[in-house]
């Protein structure tokens, strides 16, 4: 064997800092790299073309392409991405309204006649509400 060998006890604390300072960094990278790819292709307000060019630069020149991007485009990323978690939110609570409706008992007018002679019969009512409220349920 003519090549050295680095064993694990060979290697520096620092070292092991600064490899892990670097693999964290690389991945920050990827994370806005993708981020701005994956708002490119949802901006709306963006033509083809534009979305081709900002695509093209940033995988040409992936450093620059990317910084040039959140400088130019930077401050729409956020407002972009608010309101498409407030889309999403709406959706869902469309969506829950949609099937709690669904899932709601159908209550016929005779079932609140019963429950309005109910209260009437326990003397929560009087005779004039429990008469006002039963012209309410048949009309």
Do not use: C
Request: without cysteine.
């Amino acid at each position: 064997m003519s090549g050295s060998v680095t064993l694990a006890y060979d290697y520096p604390l620092f070292g092991v800092f600064w490899t892990t300072f670097w693999l964290f960094m690389w991945i920050l990278w990827f994370f806005l790299l993708f981020r701005v790819i994956g708002d490119v292709f949802r901006d709306d307000r963006l033509n083809g073309w534009a979305k081709t060019g900002w695509i093209i630069f940033v995988l040409v020149l992936p450093f620059l392409g990317v910084f040039v991007y959140v400088l130019a485009r930077g401050r729409g990323m956020g407002g972009r991405e608010a309101s498409r978690a407030q889309a999403q939110q709406e959706a869902f609570d469309a969506y829950v309204r949609r099937t709690a409706a669904k899932d709601a008992p159908r209550t016929t007018q005779a079932d609140e006649l019963t429950k309005l002679s109910q209260l009437r019969e326990r003397g929560d009512i009087s005779d004039d509400e429990f008469q006002r409220a039963k012209g309410e349920v048949l009309h």
